[in-house]
């Protein structure tokens, strides 16, 4: 009754659906993983926006590489802007999806030591090689606030630090390669100012950051494991369709022989 499933194309099909079976099983845990990352993710991304802000020098220090705990905490510095080294970093986005440059102003502190500070974003200049206008900081010594982020890099970032760039334009916030360029000491990280506002609302504040999508990840994840439970179950349906196809067929075969007068 069964024999048909020896045959080397129900051979096949079996043989398929064995293996979709632990593959999808195995994309479903892939994706599980993702949503516990992502909510983790999201979680501490929650508590360090919400934390109270607490002085740059109690996270950072020279040399020191900003920890997955560390990002996005609320820090407070006392210093002045250095705008004769003031730098735009290339190919930024604002809110809107439009190409400019992010600002990054050394933050002298009051020990002597460099804060890199991301101001916030500006439009691009007419041509690539030019410096573009950017709006003065406040001057004087001045308390800011900000976002501490982590060095930027390809690895994390995806973008290539280009040589042979136009002066004073920089691809990534990385604070080693700064301290070369300075020849000062700087903190490690650098933060995204949220305090002072800017007047007249340029450059363009640096957005918070948003939840990742964990939820999405989640439903992946039983999607596929619905998946591999229906394997099995589209296997006996379409076995249980060939048997009764060649039962019908056998069965039509044999009703023309049985109405057929036997020869004298």
């Not at 516990?36 to 740059?56: C, I, M």
């Not at 560390?70 to 986005?93: C, N």
């Not at 916030?120 to 606030?145: D, L, M, N, S």
């Not at 982020?149 to 691809?171: F, W, Y």
């Amino acid at each position: 009754m069964y024999r048909f499933l020896l045959s080397r194309q129900w051979v096949i099909v079996t043989l398929v659906a064995f293996l979709l079976i632990p593959t999808m099983i195995r994309l479903g845990i892939w994706q599980m993983h993702r949503y516990e990352e992502r909510t983790a993710r999201n979680q501490l991304v929650s508590e360090a926006l919400g934390a109270k802000p607490v002085p740059v020098e109690k996270l950072t220090s020279p040399g020191h590489t900003v920890t997955t705990d560390e990002r996005y905490r609320s820090v407070t510095a006392k210093g002045r802007f250095d705008t004769d080294d003031e730098v735009v970093v290339r190919r930024r986005t604002n809110s809107d999806d439009e190409v400019g440059y992010h600002v990054l102003t050394p933050f002298v502190l009051d020990d002597g030591k460099v804060l890199l500070v991301n101001r916030g974003w500006i439009p691009g200049a007419p041509t690539q090689t030019a410096f573009p206008k950017i709006p003065a900081p406040p001057r004087g010594e001045i308390t800011v606030t900000g976002r501490l982020m982590a060095d930027e890099t390809t690895e994390a970032s995806g973008i290539k630090n280009v040589e042979g760039l136009p002066d004073r334009q920089i691809m990534l916030i990385n604070s080693e390669e700064e301290a070369r360029r300075l020849g000062k000491q700087v903190l490690g990280g650098y933060i995204a100012q949220t305090a002072p506002a800017p007047k007249g609302a340029t450059p363009e504040p640096i957005g918070r950051p948003g939840d990742e999508d964990a939820a999405l990840n989640y439903a992946y994840a039983i999607q596929w494991w619905l998946f591999a439970a229906g394997v099995p179950v589209g296997w006996v349906i379409l076995v249980r369709r060939e048997r009764r196809d060649r039962a019908e067929a056998a069965a039509k075969t044999e009703a023309p022989e049985a109405a057929t007068p036997a020869s004298v």
